[in-house]
């Protein structure tokens, strides 16, 4: 998998978007940040120049489950420890479970919108 496959994959998902929201930041690692989101919340980031892993939003039962099966799963970089998990993409982790992942990350944020977003979202083609 390559950033731009990652990237269409991403896209895939019904109302999702993707953005580059730190041109401003200090680190060069940090500018080349690109984060995913559905109805302006944020499932998925990650460095495209790099493409070294992504985070993506967990279950917390489910990321220690991760974390002791996979070497490539980590707590979430730069994010809340309990909800967001890391996804290497050289290590040990399956592309058809990245892609598991990132699918079961946009679906934890739309379950958490409100119902309206929820209903804005049922109403993109």
């Known amino acids: 998998m390559n950033i731009e496959e ?12 993707d953005k ?3 041109n401003k930041a200090n680190s060069d690692y940090d500018k080349n940040i690109m984060t995913f989101s559905v109805m302006d919340k944020w499932f998925c980031f990650v460095n495209i120049e790099n493409f070294d892993f992504c985070d993506l939003k967990c279950d917390p039962e489910v990321s220690k489950q ?8 980590t707590p979430g970089y730069h994010m809340n ?10 290590k040990d982790v399956p592309k ?11 679906n934890l944020v739309v379950a958490g919108l409100t119902k309206k977003q929820q209903e804005d979202l049922a109403k993109i083609s």
């Open 20 to 22: 580059m929201p730190f």
């Open 96 to 106: 058809s479970k990245i892609e598991l992942l990132v699918q079961n990350s946009y």
């Open 6 to 17: 990652f990237r269409e994959y991403c896209l895939s998902f019904k109302g999702s978007h």
């Open 66 to 73: 991760l974390q002791d099966e996979y070497e490539g799963v």
């Open 81 to 90: 420890k309990e909800h967001w998990i890391s996804v290497h993409f050289k």
